[in-house]
C-alpha cells in the first residue's frame, strides 16, 4: 500500500466524521432556530431528549410556537407529556387558544384532559358502537 492510498483513507475518515455529525444535527439546529426566532425558545437539549423518546418534536415544536405567540403559558414538557399519554395536543392547543381569543380562561390540564376525552369518546365510538 502507498502512502497515497493512506493519505486519501485518513482524510475519508476525518471528511466522515466531520459531516456525519452536521447532518444528524441539522434538523435539531432547524427546529431551534425556529423555536428562537418565533419568541419560543427551547434548549437543544430538549429537542434531542424528544428525538430520543421518539416524539413529534417538529410537532410539538411548531404547536409550542402557537402557545407562545398566542400569549399563553404552556410549557413545552407539558405537550410532550400531553402527547405521550395519548391527548390530541393539536385539539388541546387550539382549543385553549379559542378559548383566550374569546376571553376565556382555560387551563392547559382541562384543556389536554378534554382533548384526551374528545380521543377517547371517538375510539369508543368507532370500535364498540352507540352502546345500543
Keep these: 500500500m502507498d502512502n497515497q492510498a493512506i493519505v486519501w483513507g485518513i ?25 428562537t426566532m418565533a419568541g419560543a425558545p427551547i434548549g437543544v437539549m430538549n429537542i434531542v431528549g424528544m428525538r430520543l423518546r421518539r416524539s413529534p418534536a417538529k410537532h ?4 409550542y ?16 407529556s400531553a402527547y405521550r399519554a395519548g391527548a390530541d ?25 378534554k382533548a384526551m376525552t374528545d380521543q377517547y369518546d371517538e375510539y369508543v365510538e368507532e370500535n364498540y358502537g352507540d352502546g345500543e
Design 11 to 35: 482524510f475519508a475518515i476525518i471528511f466522515v466524521m466531520m459531516v456525519l455529525p452536521i447532518l444528524v444535527m441539522a434538523p435539531i439546529f432547524r427546529m431551534w432556530l425556529m423555536c
Design 60 to 63: 410539538l415544536c411548531e404547536l
Design 89 to 113: 395536543v393539536e385539539l388541546a392547543v387550539r382549543a385553549m387558544i379559542k378559548a383566550s381569543r374569546i376571553g376565556q380562561n382555560l387551563s392547559w390540564e382541562e384543556a389536554e384532559q
Design 65 to 80: 410556537i402557537m402557545t407562545k405567540q398566542a400569549g399563553l403559558d404552556v410549557k413545552i414538557s407539558q405537550l410532550e
